[in-house]
Each structure stands twice: as C-alpha cells, then as structure tokens.
C-alpha cells in the first residue's frame, strides 16, 4: 500500500490526501485541497485538472487493490463535469476498481464536496502494469 513519502510527486500538485480504503468494495477515498492554481478565471478548477483529480483517485484504488503493486495505464478516460468546483473547497474523491482482469481494468470515480454535492463523475480503462520503482522512473523517491 502506498503511504507517508512513497506519494507520486503529482499529490503535492494535487493538495492529495489518501483517506482509506475498502477492500471489499474496492474503494479508496481520498480528498483534495482545491488551490488558487488551479482554477481559471472563473473561480472553479480547469476541466483538465478536474481530470486530474479523477485520474488520480481511481488510480489510487487500484494501487490499493494491488497492495501497491500494480499502477493501471491508462487507456482513455471520460468524466463529465456536472458542477463548478469553487477555489479553497475541499473535496472527497471516490474511486473504485469495476472489475479487474489480467488484460484490463475497469475504474469509476466521482468529486464532492464536504456536503455531499456531487461535482463530477468519470470512467476510465486502463492496463494493468507493475508498479515502477522511483529508480526506474528517474523521479526522486
């Protein structure tokens, strides 16, 4: 299981916090400190940093289901937006593993905020990998 100091370097971009994890429904939640950086204009998120998000907590899931073993590569993935994530909100992501096979994976995940209002919702396929190792990335550990 990934914890404290073995995080990618992407979850302190994100303001990533791992929360737990569900090994019977295969559900890891995480939440996220949404910071000034990432939103435009409008005050919300960028939709591609929304992706993130979305990316990031599914991902999780299946790291966890794996023990920390496997990472999914992913093949596509679709979200829909269904509402502003404001600047300074804090919100709680939930992904799961659908089903998980040898040749691929299948991953949901949904955004919301402390008070339940659902922000997004996205799907993903993905191959499973082995986890890489910080010395096989060149990313510092």
Request: one cysteine or more; charged letters at 20%; hydrophobic letters at 35%.
């Amino acid at each position: 299981m990934v914890s404290g100091g073995d995080e990618s370097p992407h979850t302190t971009l994100l303001g990533s916090e791992f929360v737990g994890y569900d090994a019977e429904t295969q559900t890891a939640t995480m939440r996220f400190t949404v910071k000034p950086e990432m939103c435009t204009w409008r005050g919300g998120v960028q939709g591609g940093l929304v992706a993130g998000y979305l990316d990031d907590v599914m991902g999780y899931a299946y790291v966890a289901a794996t023990e920390g073993q496997g990472a999914p590569l992913n093949l596509d993935l679709s979200m829909s937006l269904l509402k502003l994530i404001p600047v300074g909100a804090t919100i709680i992501g939930k992904g799961r593993v659908v089903r998980a096979g040898r040749k691929v994976i299948f991953l949901e995940g949904e955004l919301l905020g402390e008070d339940g209002t659902l922000y997004a919702r996205s799907t993903s396929t993905a191959l499973p990998t082995p986890r890489p190792s910080a010395s096989q990335t060149g990313m510092p550990s």
